[in-house]
């Protein structure tokens, strides 16, 4: 019998060999499904052997308002970076893997307090263990927003690094497609659509399905999506998070080889040049790490008291009021009756409003608990 690695090699040789077009979505995208499939397995049994005293993680404990990590081969100037906008003393030198471990600081920019989290160099291969890979990458997928570090002398290593996060099941700077899966007792695989698929045709889409072990199930679909997107449902654990890049060491740049390098970058994707070692850029960093972490201010008011407009709240642009109560204190959400809001979500000064209420930044909140 193959080995989980085994059946997963010669399925992605497969994959490797067949020609990709219209005609041979739906093949490889049940391939891709089934791959997907054993390395869930796969994640089960490396999480066993973990928890009967394998390999260790990283122990990071996570503070501050967001968590954004640090991304980049080695000798890119993290380490660097980090010491220069945060309170962190990670050691630095011009030889690969002088980081070790994760190294975490904390960066306080108008009023919002950012942990950075410097992590050794990511490697090829990472995303199968190489170089303390999985441990790097289980920190990057529980981080808020990754910042990715790119020397412009080894351009072509973003592509790299990006496949790493992608295989480690990241999802960069895209949505999470709007496909609902819901398994139900008997009826086959039905698939209702609001959207017209021209990718793949329904009995396609209930392959790919059926490929995840599911016999009946409600598939609802408000995109055309791709194998790659319902594979991508299927699978569960993908992490939709941002990303941003630094293009560093431009001092030792010239301008043409900053331009070749960013030429390979994503399209779109937000860039900036910096230089850690001279300082250059880093306050225009502090600023771009902030905006791209889509913060807002929550101004909080306890009932009877003056609301305090020093110290906002800072939370994410998409919280509701639940959100916002768990960042206070888990009872919040246990004794919550309603809260009243004031600012640009009320519809009128103090509304009353539920748990599920999106909030919008300069939003006033008191919040109603039970006595007991
Ligand atoms: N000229 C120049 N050198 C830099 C810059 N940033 C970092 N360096 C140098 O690059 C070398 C590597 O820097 P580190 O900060 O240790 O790099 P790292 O990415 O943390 O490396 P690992 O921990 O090994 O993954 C050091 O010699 C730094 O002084 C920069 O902006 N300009
Ligand atoms: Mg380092």
Not at 114 to 125: E, R, T, V
């Amino acid at each position: 019998m193959a080995t989980i690695e085994e059946q997963i090699k010669a399925i992605q040789a497969e994959i490797d060999k067949t020609q990709k077009n219209k005609a041979t979505e739906h093949h490889v995208g049940r391939l891709k499904a089934k791959i997907a499939k054993l390395k869930i397995a796969r994640e089960k049994t490396l999480a066993h052997a973990k928890a009967s005293g394998g390999g260790k993680g990283f122990e990071v404990k996570k503070s501050g308002d967001a968590t954004v990590a640090l991304v980049g081969f080695p000798s890119v100037g993290k380490s660097t970076l980090i010491n220069q906008v945060t309170d962190a003393k990670s050691e630095t030198a011009g030889y690969a893997f002088t980081t070790l471990t994760c190294i975490p600081g904390v960066m306080e920019h108008r009023g919002a307090k950012i942990q950075i989290l410097d992590l050794p160099g990511l490697i090829k291969g990472a995303s199968e263990g190489k170089g303390r890979g999985r441990e790097i990458l289980n920190v990057v997928r529980s981080s808020d927003m990754v910042l990715y570090i790119v020397d412009p002398f080894q351009d072509a290593h973003f592509r790299v690094l990006h496949k790493e996060l992608e295989l480690a099941g990241m999802r960069l700077n895209q949505g999470k497609p709007p496909v609902f899966i819901t398994r139900t007792e008997r009826g086959g695989i039905d698939v209702r659509s609001t959207v017209e698929q021209t990718r793949l045709s329904n009995p396609e889409i209930s392959d790919i399905i059926r490929e995840f072990g599911y016999t009946s199930a409600v598939v609802t679909l408000r995109v055309d999506v791709s194998a790659e997107q319902i594979v991508d449902i299927l699978a569960g654990n993908r992490i939709y998070s941002k990303a941003v890049i630094a293009l560093n060491k431009i001092d030792i740049a010239t301008e043409e080889e900053i331009v070749r390098a960013e030429k390979v970058l994503p399209d779109g994707w937000p860039l900036m040049r910096i230089s850690a070692f001279k300082g250059t850029g880093l306050e225009e960093l502090k600023d771009f790490i902030y905006d791209n972490l889509g913060f807002m201010r929550v101004y909080l008011k306890p009932q009877g008291q003056e609301a305090d407009l020093v110290e906002p709240l800072i939370v994410k642009d998409t919280s509701t009021v639940s959100e916002v109560c768990y960042s206070l204190h888990r009872d919040f959400v246990r004794k919550f009756r309603f809260a009243r809001v004031k600012g640009p979500s009320a519809k009128f000064d103090w509304q009353r409003v539920g748990l599920e209420h999106q909030l919008k930044d300069g939003d006033l909140l008191t919040i109603i608990t039970k006595k007991s």
